[in-house]
């Protein structure tokens, strides 16, 4: 049995600058953070034929092109991973709700199946394999930072280069920085998202088109994670929340499926209740609400009020692993 444990992810700044109807044109930037909620892959080798999987559904296929579940089958088929098998996974945090599960899940899918194959593999290898799968082979409207992020773990800086190339360095900060994030980074859940795909394929549409405000929009909020990487990098946590404030009042521009009205009263509250600045993690439409809070206690409060469940983490520095190999 072959278990790999894969982060899930927040975005702290340039998120949406990753997908290539962007940065193939103007390059991107994004800084990613990792947090110590995962996805659980197994690969065990069975002696009955076939594909036995098991996540949300139940399936056995005789072949590979006979499996439903596009990333297990485009993983399988990338790799040629004969049957019989069996690949089971399990989350900390269900799917559909913004932090990233389906990179993070395809990354820790090939990391086992390297494992399976008893190769080793670099973290950036992994990365962009899942990117080819997701966005060249299914055509998703994606980006790269959840794949770099689950396969990294820790804070880092991407940038995206117009040829595709990803440049990789740690978010450099010091320890009472780190320290200071993990305390007052609050997140509450808000529901599933169901409108992701939606939001980034309009934002992918637009920005293939030219679309002016969709791009002025973008190259604001890449402008604005260098800013946030300064704020961090200096200590200065105050400025790195007010620019996250920032961030949210232009990414609630780019799409009208970003927010709702919940969402907005939600966050208002936030803001009149301890928070400096917050924002929706993931493309938009649900998922969870993350805060900077200088007062803690009265903005978990006021959720608790709003009905909202707070999830706490912290951060994951090691990124995809193995946890077990026979």
């Not at 930037?29 to 002696?47: D, L, Q, R, S, W």
């Not at 900390?92 to 899918?109: C, K, M, N, R």
Request: aromatic fraction near 8%; glycine fraction near 12%; proline fraction near 3%.
């Amino acid at each position: 049995m072959i278990i790999s444990r894969t982060p899930l992810r927040i975005s702290i700044g340039g998120g949406g600058t990753d997908l290539p109807s962007y940065y193939r044109n103007h390059g991107g930037f994004v800084i990613a953070a990792a947090i110590n909620k995962h996805i659980y892959v197994g690969i065990n080798e069975t002696f009955g034929g076939g594909y036995f999987l098991k996540y949300s559904s139940l399936e056995h296929a005789v072949s590979i092109d006979e499996i439903r579940h596009s990333l297990i089958r485009e993983v399988l088929r990338l790799h040629e991973v004969p049957a019989p098998i069996e690949i089971v996974s399990m989350a900390d945090i269900p799917a559909g709700t913004g932090l990233g599960s389906s990179g993070a899940f395809t990354v820790g899918l090939l990391r086992a199946v390297h494992a399976l194959k008893r190769k080793y593999v670099d973290p950036a290898v992994v990365a962009e394999e899942a990117c080819k799968i997701e966005i060249e082979t299914l055509q998703e409207p994606a980006g790269k930072q959840d794949q770099y992020i689950a396969a990294y773990g820790g804070l880092a800086c991407f940038e995206f280069l117009q040829d595709g190339e990803v440049k990789v360095n740690p978010l450099n900060i010091s320890n009472g920085t780190l320290y200071d994030l993990e305390e007052h980074l609050l997140m509450f859940f808000t529901g599933y998202s169901r409108n992701a795909s939606v939001v980034l394929d309009d934002q992918k549409t637009r920005s293939e088109m030219g679309d002016a405000a969709m791009l002025d929009n973008l190259h604001y909020i890449k402008q604005l994670g260098q800013c946030i990487k300064l704020a961090l990098e200096a200590g200065n946590v105050r400025r790195f929340g007010e620019l996250m404030h920032e961030h949210w009042l232009h990414k609630k521009e780019r799409s009208p499926g970003t927010s709702n009205e919940k969402i907005n009263r939600w966050y208002d509250v936030g803001r009149e209740n301890g928070a400096v600045g917050g924002k929706l993690v993931g493309a938009g439409g649900g998922g969870f609400l993350l805060f900077y809070a200088e007062d803690r206690d009265t903005l978990r409060a006021a959720m608790q009020r709003e009905g909202l469940r707070e999830v706490r983490f912290a951060f994951d520095h090691e990124g995809s692993k193995l946890l077990a190999r026979d």
